[in-house]
């Protein structure tokens, strides 16, 4: 089932403190982590049929709707135990891609942004 290829994807993200997911077409789902893009070799290279059945398992209707008039479409998307994620739905090359960026929660620290004692 495409939803728990996504949430699979999305745990190992989360794992690899990554900040965001692309999938598309031809291609092993990729994560953004420190800027640079990984594919994630755990996984199988996506589909058109796979990219599609994903996107289509986590939107609404009412949001089905606006990609197929606008060819893209963003949303949020949340995962229990694990984390909220912006979404955006696009066309690229005649096939359904996505990238989900992972939402924080909680505000990072002074360590975590490498600021000067003061």
Same mark, same amino acid.
């Given at each position: 089932?495409? @939803?728990?290829?996504?949430?699979?994807?999305?745990? *190992?993200?989360?794992?690899?403190?990554?900040?965001?997911?692309?999938?598309?077409?031809?291609?092993?789902?990729?994560?953004?982590?420190? *800027?640079? #893009?990984?594919?994630? =070799?755990?996984?199988? =290279? #996506?589909?058109?049929?796979?990219? =599609? @059945? %994903?996107?289509?398992? %986590?939107?609404?209707?009412? %949001?089905?709707?606006?990609?197929?008039?606008?060819?893209?479409?963003?949303? !949020?998307?949340?995962?229990?135990? #694990?984390?909220?994620?912006?979404?955006?739905?696009?066309?690229?090359?005649?096939?359904? !891609?996505?990238? #989900?960026?992972?939402?924080?929660?909680?505000? !990072?620290?002074?360590?975590?942004?490498?600021?000067?004692?003061?």
């Amino acid at each position: 089932m495409p @939803a728990l290829t996504l949430d699979r994807c999305l745990r *190992g993200l989360v794992e690899r403190d990554g900040s965001d997911l692309h999938l598309k077409a031809g291609s092993k789902p990729r994560v953004r982590v420190n *800027g640079a #893009l990984t594919p994630m =070799a755990e996984e199988s =290279a #996506l589909t058109p049929e796979d990219t =599609a @059945a %994903i996107a289509h398992a %986590i939107m609404r209707e009412d %949001i089905r709707e606006q990609l197929e008039r606008r060819n893209e479409v963003d949303f !949020a998307y949340s995962v229990s135990g #694990l984390g909220r994620f912006r979404v955006n739905v696009f066309r690229q090359r005649g096939t359904l !891609a996505m990238v #989900l960026r992972r939402v924080r929660t909680s505000a !990072a620290g002074f360590d975590d942004l490498g600021l000067p004692d003061v």
